[in-house]
């Protein structure tokens, strides 16, 4: 039986993935399932656990056979209390989920922000691994981020380092699930571009490819494959609101390069997954004008190597320890 494994688990605004990794971070068996955005912490601290067994399940193990445990949630973690300080997208606030984990796995954890994670994966093990310093920005429902600076992951005050979704790029700009106005997760993630693609479509009556059923009136989030299936398609709505989005990133992510200076940028997130290589040619096209200082032929822009398996593997490189060898 293999030792010194490590499982990880990815809990997002829409789905849950779980990994096991063995010692040299490769990642041997994965699961994955929906996250119920109505659930509870407790009830979804559960779904976490099944969505684990089923990964253990692959390689007929289980939780006992894990040496390390790791888990990104969808919010700011306290580094000192385990603490999830406010996930937007799934609307908690203030919930002990350290102590939940705990509870319902039996095992000691150790918990990130999910954007942190996956730049740790990504730093690590994926896109950014030769070099000492990167910033990775994840497109998903919402839009996460993550700083690794000489090969330490910043956590900060409270553990909000790395909110780069929350970075304010337009003051009064678009409302924010966070409850502010200019943020680049209102302009840069799923449920910016079905609110901006709804006012293209219902209000300004442009026309679009994306089929009724995913895409309506009611709709509040889409899967990534309908957005890049109709933005390949050259669907004129989808085209414009997420190459703004994309240029808007690439004023968030000029910014954070003022202040950070990594050798590398990472674009990753299910969006990014689907989508592929040709979201780099929107970015770079406002983020190379906004650079301060810096030669844009000096940082490397990178797509996630990890892809859906970022923040989970990111989660076992937290749990095993980050000193590199
Ligand atoms: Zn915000």
Redesign the pocket.
Known sequence: MPDNLALGIDLGGSKIYAVVTDASNTVIADAKTSTNPSAGPEQTANTMKETALAALAKLELSLADISYFGAAIPSPVDPETGDCLHA?NLGWKKVSMLGIMKKTFGYDFKLGNDGNLGQLGEHFCGAAKEFHSSVGFFIGTGLGGGIVVENKLLTGNQGLAG?L??T?IRVGGRR???????????YCSKKAFVKALKKEVFKRGATTLLPIEKFNPETKNIKSKYLARAYNEDDPSVRKVVDKGLRMLGIAAASTVATVAPQCIVLGGGFVEAMGEQVIIPFKSSFHRHLFGISPSDIEVRISLLGDHAVAVGATILARGTDRK
Do not use: D, M, Q, T
């Open positions: 937007v909110e979704g929350h304010i924010c699930g966070c409850g502010r106005r200019g943020c680049a997760e209102a």
